[in-house]
């Protein structure tokens, strides 16, 4: 892809609001960039996983469960 159309593809993309992520790769001194879309456009967002959130984790104990260490969260 050439640049000209890479630009074009890529303002056409940013349009719809993406969800962008970039990492450096250093092994070939490149930007990687990726443009995700939860719902494509177009599209309905059919199947949502969603749980009722009974109670609210403070920060370090959510830190420390999303790590792995085995501590109790209340319910």
Known sequence: MDAETF???LCNSLRLN???N??????EDAL???VNFKNPPGRLLRHQWTYPVKTMVDLPD???FIKGENIALPE
């Not at 970039?22 to 092994?27: L, Q």
């Open 22 to 27: 970039t990492a450096y790769f250093d092994k």
């Open 62 to 64: 959510y830190r420390r």
């Open 32 to 34: 990687l960039l990726v």
């Open 18 to 20: 993406p969800d962008i």
């Open 7 to 9: 630009r074009q593809v």
